[in-house]
């Protein structure tokens, strides 16, 4: 069984979310049976691999002890670095021995979602140096680790946000209304990933079997269209589940083939992936340039700081040739585009004329979709 895939699993959601309907509807807090229902859908979609099931033990345990630990010694020595840096380091040892495994043949500390855990457990270790998280409850840091909705592909949500809906009775017009909203975005999920991504997923295996550069460029264009509906799928069914339990997951995509530019479409696609990197390293970058003197510009600063963040980010998908292009070529295209608008009187005197932003929206997508095509690791096949 795999999450949002096939009839089995729908089933069990099925059968999983209509006791959240009657305590929604009867005004019973649902923080418990969220985490107990969390429990039991990881338990039943990893149980025919023990290895992996073991995994998510240790990385749990890890976490835990390093979040609470790491909250111990900032209540006891404050804002020191090195010791917020090796907490930090520790969140993330588990990811980091998962990803660099397959360059020695070998599985480490592998499990399905490892990558968005992560995300959860060290953007909680981060705000408790930042001060803003004074209290980690075990129980209420397991269900918000632990969520299955979100559990293998996100959307990545925040622990203090998440914090909110944990927290609270919803009265019962404001759960019927949250449940109508949930019940949509599974449907449209479905629609998008069961008909319209497996529509087109038969149109990419068709276009991908031959390499003359026409069939490529078909492929490069029904890749993206294909990754979209498929991602955009999964999301807003993770999403309406969430809502059912009671819990606003954020959304993950907002139209983002209507971008003008990279840094548009980055603001619509994958947006808590995105907004995570923004938030947790770019943002820091910065501020840390600017401490240091690294730099003499903010425009300087900052196109080093899509670089990098870019970088990392294409690391995080894999340590494969396609993953690190992928990364470092929209690292680059976000440089160059914030160094054009920065510096450009052509693109101040134009940017809202309807001609020119009907151009930089083509010229925008020419860019996303050559870089599906790196992503998708058939670049490298044919050059």
Aim: proline share 3%; glycine share 8%; net charge positive.
């Amino acid at each position: 069984m795999s999450f949002y895939d096939g009839f089995p699993f729908f089933l069990c959601l099925i059968m999983i979310l209509l006791p959240a309907v009657i305590l929604g509807i009867m005004e019973k807090p649902l923080r418990y049976y969220q985490l107990c229902a969390s429990i039991l859908v990881i338990g039943l979609v990893l149980h025919k691999n023990p290895a992996e099931f073991l995994n998510l033990i240790l990385f749990y345990v890890l976490s835990v002890i390093v979040v609470k630990g790491y909250l111990a010694i900032r209540r006891k020595y404050g804002r020191v670095e090195i010791l917020y840096y090796l907490a930090v380091l520790l969140g993330l040892l588990p990811l980091i021995l998962c990803k660099v495994a397959p360059l020695f043949r070998v599985s480490w500390f592998g499990f399905l979602g490892i990558s968005y855990l992560t995300f959860r457990s060290v953007q909680v270790i981060i705000e408790i140096y930042d001060g803003v998280i004074r209290e980690v409850p075990l129980v209420e840091f397991t269900a918000f680790l632990l969520f299955f909705p979100s559990f293998s592909s996100g959307p990545i949500d925040r622990s203090r946000r998440f914090h909110e809906d944990w927290s609270k009775v919803l009265e019962r017009k404001e759960y019927l209304t949250l449940l109508g909203d949930g019940v949509f975005k599974i449907l449209l999920g479905m629609v998008y990933k069961i008909v319209i991504a497996a529509t087109v997923y038969r149109w990419m295996a068709f276009l991908g079997s031959g390499n003359v550069w026409y069939l490529n460029l078909g492929y490069a264009y029904t890749y993206g269209i294909y990754l979209f509906f498929d991602f955009a799928g999964y999301s807003l069914m993770a999403a309406g589940t969430a809502y059912i339990l009671g819990v606003r997951l954020p959304d993950n995509f907002k139209a983002p083939f209507v971008s003008k530019d990279l840094k548009e479409f980055w603001d619509r696609w994958h947006i808590t992936l995105s907004h995570w990197f923004r938030d947790f390293i770019f943002t820091r970058f910065i501020m840390k340039c600017v401490k240091k003197k690294w730099f003499h510009t903010r425009l300087q600063r900052a196109s080093v700081g899509f670089i990098i963040n870019m970088g990392i980010m294409g690391v995080w998908h894999g340590l494969t040739p396609s993953y690190i292009v992928y990364g470092l070529y929209h690292g680059v295209i976000l440089a160059l585009t914030e160094i054009y608008q920065k510096k450009s009187k052509f693109y101040k005197k134009n940017k809202k004329k309807k001609w020119y932003q009907a151009a930089s929206w083509f010229v925008t997508m020419q860019i996303v979709f050559f870089g599906f095509f790196i992503f998708s690791g058939r670049f490298f096949e044919v050059i």
